[in-house]
């Protein structure tokens, strides 16, 4: 997997879609702050730090994009391509990961897309020296968040903010959003 230098970056910030997902992230928990800042890939640093690693896929189909993520996106209020999966380590849930491209891209450049089934994305993504990856952008969820309610909906009990962090990926000029919530139990792996 490639996470070093022939991965390329784009100078944008995700903070301008979404006014309260915010970069750097210095106003993170101390223990969360390399979770949130490392750019490279988090599969792998994951795998790094468990013994056993796997992906729960839990959605993968049409939904309609929140506000920011679509424009994002450049797909406005449309239908849009999700998929939610849960990160395990050592058989015990870490990451929530909910990522999403338009429908017309689905079918063109992001056409893998679709058929990642149980495999961590982060892999793919990291492996094509033609994606670029934006600055990562944090953020603090709680309750009233959409994204909070879909880990609970996935069956993970949460009473506590949790944080998030996400980044656009590039490939021939289409984006492709990945957002990562960090459950309870990250803080357990080693920083």
Same mark, same amino acid.
């Not at 990961?97 to 893998?112: E, I, L, T, Y």
């Not at 952008?137 to 309610?149: N, S």
């Given at each position: 997997m490639r996470a070093g230098p022939a991965f390329r970056s784009f100078p944008m910030t995700l903070s301008r879609a979404g006014a309260a997902w915010r970069s750097p992230a210095l106003f993170a928990p101390e223990r969360l702050r @390399?979770?949130?800042t490392d750019p490279r890939s988090l599969t792998a640093r994951i795998r790094a730090r468990c013994h056993r690693f796997h992906v729960r896929p839990l959605y993968l189909g049409r939904a309609a994009a929140d506000a920011d993520e679509a424009c994002l996106l450049g797909a406005g209020r449309g239908?849009?391509?999700?998929? #939610?999966?849960?990160?395990? /380590?050592? @058989?015990? $849930?870490v990451v929530f /990961?909910? %990522?999403?491209?338009?429908? &017309?891209?689905?079918? =063109?450049?992001?056409?893998?897309f679709? =058929?990642? @089934?149980a495999r961590p994305l982060g892999e793919l993504l990291f492996a094509d020296a033609r994606i670029a990856r934006s600055p990562l952008?944090?953020? !603090?969820?709680?309750?009233? &968040? $959409?994204?909070?309610?879909r880990v609970r909906a996935a069956g993970i009990s949460v009473?506590?903010?949790?944080?998030?962090?996400? %980044?656009?990926?590039? !490939?021939? @000029?289409?984006?492709?959003?990945?957002? #990562?919530?960090?459950?309870?139990?990250? %803080?357990?792996l080693a920083p």
């Open positions: @390399g979770w949130l239908l849009a391509m999700t998929r #939610e999966v849960l990160l395990f /380590a050592d @058989g015990v $849930p /990961a909910h %990522s999403v491209v338009s429908m &017309h891209d689905v079918r =063109g450049v992001w056409r893998m679709a =058929g990642v @089934g952008a944090v953020r !603090r969820l709680d309750a009233r &968040h $959409p994204l909070f309610r009473h506590e903010p949790l944080w998030a962090r996400r %980044s656009l990926f590039m !490939r021939n @000029g289409r984006p492709l959003l990945v957002t #990562e919530v960090f459950l309870p139990a990250i %803080s357990e």
